[in-house]
């Protein structure tokens, strides 16, 4: 049965859906069986990052309703034939995401994929609640910004009492892991972010990786193509740990920076 793993965060821009495209194709690229999902009805971005726009004919929405078998709507990558992605309506309101839908629609890819990968949108809203619901796993990913990582805090708030597994007497939580992109050493450095200690001191949940700024991962957006799948770069080189680490293996967290008190610290008058 296949894992389902939800990329989520509290706040827009961090880099959820370039993240989502990046752990996919990672994923994929280790051979395993892969499908991506964009909960994000009416804002959907995840099959121009995939660089499949121009091939989707039916979505997730056209599944839950009926109105298409989920292997219509199914799109399969070009450059790796084990991940397919499962683009979602650009006209539909959120609310066309029922929980029973979803759960038919989940059940169903378990069957054909080792890992289910929601692209949930921001926040907590009704999209977002879809996304996390169902999930085994969760991949929180979060700016190292203040504002970023309190809403993240949020999204584990909800993920620790607003999903099936929280709700169902004996099964285990769903385990969470947080995700700092666009980490900028020197702006550590300066007090402008504030670094990942504090990050980690705040949410309380393990690191899955650290993601640097770079050029390379608006690079790789810009042409439809997972960082992953693009040219060598730090970037795509911290994606590919993350997915080591997704998948359980060992890998060394290499941090750059870090070497005065954060952003946090200063705030709040701790030594770090």
Known sequence: MGRVIVITSGKGGVGKTTSAAAIS???AKQGHRTVVIDFDVGLRNLDMTMGCERR??????????GDARLKQALIRD??????????????????ALTKEGVETVLDELKQEFDYIICDSPAGIEHGAQMAMYFA???????NPEVSSVRDSDRVLGLLSSQTKRAESEGADAVKAQVLLTRHD????????????EDV?????????????????ILRASNIGTPVVLDQPSAASKA???????????EVEMRIAGERR?????????RAS
């Open 185 to 196: 050493p020197a702006r550590v450095e300066s007090g402008e972010m504030m670094n990942v």
């Open 200 to 216: 980690l001191e705040i949410l309380a949940v393990p690191l899955l990786g650290v993601i640097p700024e770079s050029q390379a």
């Open 239 to 249: 994606y590919e740990d993350a997915v080591r680490r997704l998948t359980g293996e």
């Open 25 to 27: 194709a990672g994923l």
């Open 261 to 269: 008190p954060g952003l946090f610290h200063r705030l709040f008058g």
């Open 56 to 65: 989707v004919v039916f979505d997730f929405i056209n599944v839950i309703q």
């Open 78 to 95: 070009k450059r790796l034939e084990n991940l397919s992605i499962l683009p979602t309506s650009q006209t539909r309101d959120k609310d």
């Open 136 to 142: 085994d796993e969760a991949v929180v990913v979060t």
